[in-house]
């Protein structure tokens, strides 16, 4: 790091696809915040998540091996401390280190991705909002200011069951419907595999 080094801040969203983003063109999908972030910052527009599960997936993008290579299928088996991983390499370079995480299974213990961070915030037990997430985040990077500083923040909020609050829980549905009405249910015929 130099000195005025940027913060690098790594985003990590459970579970947004990019047709549903404004970033990329969606005509339903309202996201200003997101369209604003990818302005100012890098876009990966031809990205693919090496797989559907969270710690899988991450794992992958915070050490650069695909699932085959790491060998981390589910979201309770941590990660190795011989894999390394982005958040060493940023320690290695003299960088502070910072994570804020929305689920448990996330968190160091159940992950292993607390390795090179020099603090990884994540729930107790479960999974927290996002509001709940940033204002811890924005009150632990008080204890890094003025520090070059690597900070992964991830997001859990767009994941199933998908209970926006509202507003937003009817933003795309007509007046007379029901977003929540049971007999809408989506129905899974055959079996699943």
């Known amino acids: 790091p130099r000195p005025h080094a940027p913060t690098v801040r790594f985003s990590t969203s459970d579970t947004h696809r990019a047709d549903n983003l404004g970033t990329h063109g969606a005509g339903l999908a309202h996201t200003p915040a997101l369209v604003a972030l990818a302005e100012r910052g890098v876009l990966f527009e031809d ?15 915070l050490t650069g091996l695909e699932v085959r290579d790491h060998q981390i299928v589910d979201n309770g088996t941590p990660l190795t401390a011989r894999a390394a991983t982005l958040a060493e390499a940023f320690q290695t370079a003299g960088w502070r280190t910072l994570a804020c995480v929305s689920v448990e299974h996330l968190s160091d213990k159940n992950s292993g991705l607390g ?63 029901d977003p929540r009405d049971p007999s809408r249910r989506l129905a899974y015929p055959g079996r699943f595999l």
């Open 47 to 61: 990205a693919l998540a090496a797989t559907n599960l969270t710690n899988p997936s991450h794992i992958a993008l």
């Open 115 to 177: 390795q090179g961070f020099d603090r990884l915030l994540s729930p107790s037990d479960s999974t927290r909002s996002v509001i709940e997430t940033t204002d811890e985040l924005q009150h632990a990077l008080a204890d890094f200011e003025g520090e070059p500083l690597f900070c992964w923040l991830h997001l859990f909020d767009a994941h199933s069951p998908y209970q926006p609050p509202a507003p937003y829980d009817r933003l795309h549905y007509a007046k007379n419907k």
